[in-house]
């Protein structure tokens, strides 16, 4: 089985959030498809910098490298991919958080979002 699951993040003046993530089978493997943010304050807000995006569905491994003004995040198509040593069960709130350039955590300056699409792929899908 296959499924792409559209995941939206909100940071209200923060580094991390969380979202609540169900899958109906065991998952061999995690493709971002897409992964876009953005800024609702003012444009040129001086965030002018990019941002990691990690979490713990992946492991801390990393979901995606975002510009952080949405005048110029312009990464819609993304090609990350996560393979677990095992399936694993993906039913519950996980934690993102953005990174820095130097890997210290990154607030957002307004009620920001970050939105993701991602394909989640069972034991028995080839993974695209």
């Known amino acids: 089985m296959k499924v ?9 003046v923060a580094s991390q959030t969380t ?29 002018q910098i990019y941002a990691s995006l990690v979490s713990d569905l992946t492991d801390g491994e990393p979901l995606g490298l975002l510009f952080l003004d949405s005048q110029y995040s312009s990464n819609l198509f993304c090609d990350v991919s996560f393979q677990p040593y095992k399936p694993k069960i993906i039913n519950g709130t996980y934690t993102f958080k953005l990174l820095q350039p130097n890997g210290t955590p990154y607030e957002t300056n307004t009620d920001d979002y970050v939105n993701l699409i991602l394909e989640f792929n069972g034991v028995d899908t080839t993974d695209t």
């Open 4 to 12: 792409n699951k559209l995941i939206s993040l909100r940071f209200n």
């Open 19 to 47: 979202a609540n993530i169900n899958v109906n089978f065991p998952v061999k493997s995690i493709h971002v498809k897409a992964c876009a943010f953005t800024d609702y304050g003012a444009v040129g807000t001086g965030t």
